[in-house]
């Protein structure tokens, strides 16, 4: 018997990406389940990659609450609890513990899941589920999905996480260009200008081409002043998530900002190097099945030394 289940986990893109493996668990240990995924529309591509959801169903939470009161945003809200009002679903497994998502899981009809008031992240949220799941707040995302996923279906999970992104990887040839992700709309995200230069000599010297990611405008004109002295580089133009995947499944290896694109780097499989310096690698560790390194912390850069290392490592790997 088919077992629908309904996932609520709207973003943002490295989220996005933690969340797969739970979708590979409940596959794999749930026979005949179908499995719909509630996202962002700005990241509809991404859970559309794995091949075990059934449908994807587009929120706009965030165009809704630029201007929550007007009446075109009333009207799409409307619509999209009709229909999820108009499906059932056996399992409504809220994957965020916001309030923000539990609205969502209100609108469906299902037994409703979710972290408890001590694992969400705003506690509120777990005034909404008919069941409430404890799960550790302090350890790795990916970890802490494949757990809530496996409390609320009744199963145990074991094994490496599986991303489910073999469409990007399989049969793909590795070429001779590293992917660069170094901006960041925060200031306190970014690493030192000089830092990144050496390592564009350390990749230009192994013989690779580099290739900028920049988010906006203000972005790519600081990875252009990053690229000035280097003559095989270039700053790409703005690209779907689908197009930036598969650039980064076919890089020899990605040095980036903790951002999400350097974590779907790691989870299709790439070397992958994370600097961290407004977040901790405790809870978002680059995780995949190649070589990761999750370097700095919060309020603490890694040094040039650091990255340098691990960039050697991984150049040999």
């Known amino acids: 018997m088919t077992k629908k289940i309904l996932i609520v986990r709207s973003s943002s893109l490295g989220d996005l990406v933690h969340m797969l493996p739970a979708i590979s668990d409940i596959h794999r240990h749930v026979p005949g389940a179908q499995i719909d995924w509630v996202v962002e529309e700005h990241f509809a591509e991404i859970p559309a990659w794995h091949p075990a959801v059934h449908e994807v169903i587009v929120i706009s939470h965030r165009r809704w609450r630029k201007q929550w009161l007007s009446r075109q945003a009333g009207s799409e809200r409307r619509a999209f609890a009709q229909n999820l009002r108009k499906r059932d679903y056996d399992i409504v497994l809220d994957m965020q513990g916001l309030m923000k998502s539990a609205w969502v899981v209100r609108q469906a009809k299902g037994r409703r899941h979710g972290l408890d008031w001590r694992s969400a992240r705003e506690s509120l949220a777990s005034l909404f589920y008919h069941e409430r799941h404890k799960v550790e707040f302090w350890q790795p995302a990916v970890r802490r999905q494949r757990l809530l996923a496996s409390a609320a279906l009744g199963y145990t999970f074991s094994g490496d996480p599986d991303f489910g992104l073999q469409s990007f990887t399989d049969n793909t040839p590795i070429q001779d260009y590293a992917v660069i992700m170094p901006s960041a709309s925060r200031e306190d995200k970014l690493w030192p200008e000089q830092d990144w230069q050496v390592v564009f000599g350390l990749l230009k010297q192994a013989g690779l081409r580099l290739k900028l990611l920049a988010g906006n405008e203000n972005e790519a004109a ?85 990255v340098v290392s691990k960039l050697k490592q991984a150049l040999q790997a």
């Open 222 to 306: 600081r990875a252009q002043a990053l690229i000035r002295d280097f003559d095989n580089a270039e700053v790409l133009p703005r690209m779907s998530l689908t197009e930036v995947a598969k650039l980064l499944a076919a890089c020899k290896i990605m040095v980036g900002l903790d951002s999400g694109l350097t974590h779907l780097a790691a989870a299709l499989g790439r070397p992958t190097i994370g600097i961290y310096s407004a977040s901790t690698p405790v809870r978002t560790p680059l995780e995949g099945a190649g070589f990761t390194a999750s370097l700095g912390d919060r309020g603490l850069p890694p040094t040039r030394d650091m």
